[in-house]
């Protein structure tokens, strides 16, 4: 009795996370289309954070392959719990002192902030000689609850990171308020978007940006017609956190 409640519970939750995992890569697709994008240059990482292991690899069975995290211990607890083939993306603010902690274990941190933050993810990669792939943060909203930096600092530290041969430039990051409108979010978006084609346009050494990661569960539409290229969803496939 016990035994088939737990069966029919787990086939339940499998089935409800995969059936959002269609629905949302159905609504990328047709929202994608709807700007005039393809689809396929939209990837979706599934924003883990709080979730257990056991719920992750329904979502990983599913066929996600992208998974994000906010928190460095909490990242680490769970990557080797799950399939080495998982890519981790670090997308919570990243102190200094844990740098060493995740370095040659994610294939994306989102969230490269300062110069002093940079100095130190060259300082670990170069000591286990690999190169680490960033986005830097952008503040656009000047929320100052917010994490990321103002965009007139976004070119010195660009210049900045294009010096460190041990640190790869792919993109630009950005979270939108939680409270504003839609036309307030779109409007964010769409800064980014431009920060995005200026930066392209001046062909530093060392970058090669071509991430825009920008859209969470209550705001994707919105990126994806101001041009993000990776949607970190967490609530929209795993329901909400507790
Ligand atoms: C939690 C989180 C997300 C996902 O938020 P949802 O609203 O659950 O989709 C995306 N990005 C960052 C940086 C987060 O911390």
Request: aromatic share 4%; net charge neutral; with cysteine.
């Amino acid at each position: 009795m016990t035994a088939e409640t737990g069966l029919r519970t787990g086939t339940e939750q499998i089935n409800s996370i995969r059936n959002k995992i269609l629905y949302l890569k159905d609504k990328v697709s047709e929202t994608a289309i709807k700007a005039g994008r393809n689809p396929e240059e939209i990837k979706i990482v599934a924003v883990s954070k709080t979730m257990p292991v056991e719920v992750i690899r329904l979502a990983y069975e599913s066929g996600m392959i992208e998974f994000g995290e906010n928190k460095v211990q909490e990242l680490i607890e769970k990557i080797p719990c799950m399939p080495e083939d998982i890519n981790w993306h670090m997308i919570g603010r990243l102190q200094r002192n844990k740098v060493r902690q995740i370095v040659g274990k994610t294939v994306l941190i989102h969230s490269l902030d300062s110069i002093e933050l940079a100095d130190e993810i060259q300082k670990r990669s170069e000591l286990i000689s690999i190169i680490t792939e960033v986005l830097i943060q952008v503040n656009v909203s000047g929320e100052e609850s917010k994490a990321g930096i103002s965009p007139d600092y976004l070119n010195d530290l660009l210049d900045y990171t294009a010096g460190l041969g041990n640190i790869k430039m792919r993109g630009l990051m950005t979270i939108a308020p939680v409270n504003a409108s839609t036309s307030e979010t779109r409007h964010i978006f769409a800064k980014l978007k431009k920060l995005h084609v200026d930066i392209k346009h001046k062909k530093i050494d060392n970058i090669d940006i071509d991430i825009l990661s920008m859209g969470m569960s209550n705001d994707f539409e919105s990126a994806i017609l101001e041009g993000s290229t990776m949607l970190r969803l967490g609530t929209a496939i795993f329901g909400s956190r507790s």
